[in-house]
């Protein structure tokens, strides 16, 4: 399942894309410590799977809480994207 | 075996009594600022109306944006978890569902049990929701009925070139005030509304049959703009707000095996 946490507004969409049919067979989850802004969270989804999410304090403005890792300029590889070993999570923006 | 299931919208509460399957009944109530009580009363009014004593009852689960908030529940499920169960159980051809609430819309690809493929939901742009499409009706002083139906006369195509509730509600003022007829605000209106909401589930992938669920699905100006945007029939099932209420009572029934 390929979850989108996030929004659209009119200056564009910024959803986080978690595959949660990759998740669920990672046992490292080193993305929940890598997000300098403690986005992610482990939770059981509605079949009962262990996965990664964002939290929900976070899901309107993942725009501005991400910022810090995305510089205009010299931008340089996203920690969470770094650090999931499966290559689960990707950014819409 | 006997379920119930909780829907915690953002305005309404939506409860769904099963007994063996079978829905019993339905109760709904404005949420408030007493999510908690509103829903015990719901739950009562559905058990009166169903002749079932609440303490015969199961198995309850809770779903919608407050369903942490929901009491004596046994468990809850997410809403997008809760659409997809509902829909499915009414109409095991639908395999893309659109639900847009009061504060939210959401698109939930979804297989042939009921289980989400994918999702994306959309909790933060009003402009793509039905309260927006309130505020309008009212800015137009025409009901929220009256709304749905006279966009269904217009043939005008206008934009609305603001992406935001505020500032497109600034553009139907210009519209009101260049004389423009109401009927075609309203459809400006729903087309907007459904261009964010068609974006959105293009996220996710759309995949037919589409459903249309939640209590926008009972305006039919903004059915019309979906379907033209979208290009495609969408279906309405009975009962369109209580599809997560029934989803959840559904899953309440799996939990309770």
């Known amino acids: 399942m390929k979850a989108n946490y996030g929004y659209m507004d009119g200056s564009g969409e910024f959803f986080i894309t978690i595959d949660t049919d990759?998740?669920?067979?990672?046992?490292?989850?080193?993305?929940?410590?890598?997000?300098?802004?403690?986005?992610?969270?482990?939770?059981?989804?509605?079949?009962d799977d262990e996965v990664v999410a964002i939290k929900q304090e976070h899901r309107k403005k993942v725009k501005y809480d991400c910022g810090a890792c995305k510089p205009v300029s010299d931008r340089p590889p996203l920690p969470c994207v770094e650090a999931c070993k499966p290559g689960a999570i990707t950014h819409s923006w | 075996m006997v379920t119930a299931?909780?829907?915690?919208?953002?305005?309404?509460?939506?409860?769904?009594?099963?007994?063996?399957?079978?829905?019993?009944?339905?109760?709904?109530?404005?949420?408030?600022?007493?999510?908690?009580?509103?829903?015990?009363?719901?739950?009562?009014q559905a058990a009166q109306e169903s002749g079932i004593e609440i303490t015969a009852i199961d198995h309850i689960t809770s779903t919608g944006a407050g369903?942490?908030?929901?009491?004596?529940?046994?468990?809850?499920?997410?809403?997008?978890?809760?659409?997809?169960k509902g829909i499915v159980h009414?109409?095991?051809?639908?395999?893309?569902?659109?639900?847009?609430?009061?504060?939210?819309?959401?698109?939930?690809?979804?297989?042939?049990?009921?289980?989400?493929?994918?999702?994306?939901?959309?909790?933060?742009?009003?402009?793509?929701?039905?309260?927006?499409?309130?505020?309008?009706?009212?800015?137009?002083?025409?009901?929220?009925?009256?709304?749905?139906?006279?966009?269904?006369?217009?043939?005008?195509?206008?934009?609305?070139?603001?992406?935001?509730?505020?500032?497109?509600?600034?553009?139907?003022?210009?519209?009101?005030?260049?004389?423009?007829?109401?009927?075609?605000?309203?459809?400006?209106?729903?087309?907007?509304?459904?261009?964010r909401i068609v974006s959105m589930v293009r996220r996710v992938g759309i995949n037919e049959k589409i459903a249309l669920v939640g209590g926008v699905s009972h305006n039919p100006g903004f059915l019309d703009a979906l379907k033209r945007a979208l290009e495609t029939e969408v279906v309405v099932p009975e009962n369109p707000d209580y599809i997560g209420a029934l989803g959840a009572a559904i899953v309440a029934g799996e939990r309770t095996k």
Do not use: W
């Open chain 1, 22 to 47: 990759l998740c669920i067979e990672c046992s490292d989850r080193s993305c929940v410590d890598a997000c300098p802004a403690a986005l992610f969270e482990i939770i059981m989804d509605d079949y």
């Open chain 2, 5 to 44: 299931g909780i829907d915690m919208g953002a305005k309404n509460i939506k409860v769904v009594i099963l007994e063996d399957g079978v829905v019993k009944s339905r109760a709904m109530a404005t949420t408030g600022f007493e999510p908690a009580a509103s829903a015990s009363k719901c739950l009562e």
């Open chain 2, 67 to 84: 369903r942490k908030t929901a009491p004596n529940v046994n468990s809850d499920i997410t809403d997008v978890g809760a659409d997809a």
């Open chain 2, 90 to 195: 009414l109409m095991d051809d639908v395999r893309t569902v659109i639900d847009v609430g009061a504060e939210e819309g959401r698109g939930i690809k979804i297989e042939a049990d009921g289980k989400v493929i994918d999702f994306a939901v959309n909790e933060k742009c009003a402009a793509g929701a039905g309260a927006f499409a309130e505020a309008m009706s009212r800015a137009l002083e025409v009901s929220l009925e009256e709304f749905g139906q006279i966009s269904l006369k217009s043939d005008k195509t206008i934009p609305m070139n603001a992406q935001c509730a505020v500032f497109a509600e600034s553009e139907v003022v210009s519209l009101v005030h260049a004389k423009t007829p109401k009927h075609d605000i309203a459809k400006a209106v729903h087309d907007a509304i459904a261009s």
